[in-house]
């Protein structure tokens, strides 16, 4: 693959945008098969003469273009040493180098600690809360519909989760629906539909007309980047820890 086409194909990886289900951080994988791509251009390949390109890019070797935009992607200043600059008489050639590599990815995760710590102010400041939930059966009686409570305001997207809880605490939880939303508080209106087979699928002691200790759990969504930048759950978490923007309920609830 032309290296040129490497940030493409892995945003068309990396599952950025969602629709019901939660977000999927893939960072790790999606850096893995990058650099997998940027190894396999030959070393010695190269262009130049590019008089069309800003100064400073007008001669390149593939292999680091393509190691220069897997590391402004991922913003990982580490690969900037594999960023060898291609000297040429009359072609510019700088913008592909370690030090502007160091720069650029350092000018991305600038930016992107910007917006992750605006994210948090906005949450600290006021943010949807998870008031209360219930459980109602289906209309066909023999499945469930979760119905959650919210309070509060603050448009955003939120992931939020139901958990059955064996009565051995030191058994896994059953995990019964986990689902992005869009919320602004107490105007929202959700009806989750679950099949109770799903349920005695992961478990079968699952039965009908129990009582069950249910958890929800309501995680405000930072998101894993932009096109310009990929975020490392380990940068996250750096900024704006999981824990800070988690609520969490458990319900005795009669299914």
Known sequence: MDARCLVFAVLALSGLSTSGGPLVNRYDALRAAALS???AVDAGEYQTGLF??????????????????AAILFRDIELCARVRQRRALFSSSWGY???????????GIAKDRETIDRMRQDYEQGHVQLANFRVERDGNGRDIDIIPEFSGSGAHV???????LRKDSAATPV???????????????????????????QF????????????????????TGSQSG??????????????????????????
């Open 97 to 107: 180098s370690k030090s502007n590599c160091r720069n650029l990815v350092s000018e």
């Open 52 to 69: 069309f390109n800003p100064e400073g890019y007008r001669s390149y070797y593939a292999r680091s273009l393509c190691y220069q935009n």
């Open 230 to 255: 990929q975020w490392s759950p380990a940068f996250i978490e750096s900024r704006f820890p999981v824990k800070q923007r988690t609520q969490t309920l458990i319900r005795e609830i009669r299914f």
């Open 158 to 164: 939120y992931e939020l989760r139901f958990e059955l």
């Open 175 to 201: 995990l019964i629906d986990a689902s992005g939303f869009s919320l602004m508080g107490a105007v929202d209106n959700i009806r989750i539909y679950v099949r109770t087979a799903d349920i005695r699928r």
């Open 37 to 39: 791509k940027c190894q």
């Open 204 to 223: 079968p002691g699952f039965a009908l007309n129990q009582t069950w200790p249910v958890r929800a759990t309501l995680v405000y969504n930072v998101g």
